[in-house]
């Protein structure tokens, strides 16, 4: 035998998103699957992001904060306002924690009102599940397979 087989080399350490390890906690792939939409809800870094759509242009952090509290820990919560009249653009981002609260909010929030309008809420971050993945066109608009780098 040769000196570099006798080597012991260190374990491969995988660290990041997407490794079975360091999944969201305690939930599988299967369970965060919305069949409806088939996508897959993204974590992002620090936890689970909901967009709240049809804010009315009056409300302001602390309404909203009142409103959603009741479905977990808020974690952050971003209001866009308008720079040149200052009212609220119409969409919030809310992080919770947990997919689970994130997930009782979307289906309690969904369709409710707040300050006399409908909102919708879904998740901020998805991807595609690997179900329909393959049904999507690699295509553009014309037809071209862009799957090679154009030639010039």
């Known amino acids: 035998m040769s000196d570099s087989m006798l080597v012991d080399e260190p374990p ?28 897959i809800p993204e974590r992002s ?22 409103r959603f509290a009741e479905y977990g820990t808020i974690k952050n919560l971003h209001l866009n306002l ?16 947990t997919l689970k609260e994130a997930q009782s909010a979307i289906d309690d929030a969904n369709g409710s009102k707040f300050y006399d309008q409908t909102l919708q809420v879904d998740f901020a971050f998805t991807k595609p599940d ?11 608009r014309r037809g071209r397979d862009r799957s090679l780098s154009p030639s010039r």
Do not use: C, M, P
């Not at 660290?15 to 599988?28: I, L, Q, W």
């Not at 009249?85 to 924690?97: D, H, M, P």
């Not at 690997?130 to 553009?140: F, I, N, Q, W, Y």
């Open 130 to 140: 690997e179900d329909t993945r393959g049904s999507r066109r690699t295509g553009d």
């Open 12 to 39: 491969v350490r995988t660290k990041g998103r997407g490794f079975a390890g360091n999944d969201d906690s305690r939930t599988s792939r299967d369970s965060r699957r919305d069949d409806a939409n088939g996508v």
């Open 45 to 66: 870094i620090e936890g689970w992001i909901i967009i709240v759509r049809g804010v009315h242009q009056e409300a302001d952090e602390e309404s909203l904060t009142e």
């Open 82 to 97: 308008d720079r040149r009249t200052g009212f609220v653009k119409g969409y919030a981002l809310i992080e919770y924690e």
